[in-house]
């Protein structure tokens, strides 16, 4: 069993930036990967980023791309997603996940292939 905690949500103006945490207990965590996804009000949980158990591979949904930076501290159990040039439409319950894995180097972008997930965390971006 694994507990996550994200914590580090708010409510920012566009443009701000927020850095959202997600702590592990429970396992190993470099035996996990780790993503991040996204709810907004009335619509699908999606993809945000992702990151290998290593950390050294990275993947980012195309609208957050260039403006949202996933990365790791296995030391810490701790998975950041530093998100800068926070737009409206980044408004939601942000959710980090993990997924116990072999590859070292791959992490999936589907919700369905997570197996623990945290209570979540809301960003609300002002216009």
């Known amino acids: 069993q694994v507990h996550l905690v994200e914590s580090g949500g708010g409510l920012v103006q566009a443009g701000a930036s927020l850095r959202l945490s997600c702590v592990a207990s429970g396992r190993t965590f470099i035996n996990y990967a780790v993503g991040w996804f996204r709810q907004a009000p009335g619509k699908e949980r999606e993809f945000v980023a992702a990151?290998?158990?290593?950390?050294?591979?990275?993947y980012y949904a195309d609208s957050v791309k260039g403006r949202f930076t996933i990365s790791r501290e296995n030391a810490e159990n701790t998975v950041f997603l530093q998100m800068n040039s926070l737009k409206p439409e980044d408004t939601a319950v942000y959710y980090c996940?993990?997924?116990?894995?072999?590859?070292?180097?791959?992490?999936?972008?589907?919700?369905?292939?997570?197996?623990?997930w945290g209570q979540g965390t809301q960003v609300t971006v002002s216009s």
């Open positions: 990151i290998s158990r290593s950390g050294g591979s990275t």
């Open positions: 996940a993990s997924k116990f894995t072999f590859d070292r180097t791959g992490a999936s972008t589907s919700p369905t292939d997570y197996t623990y």
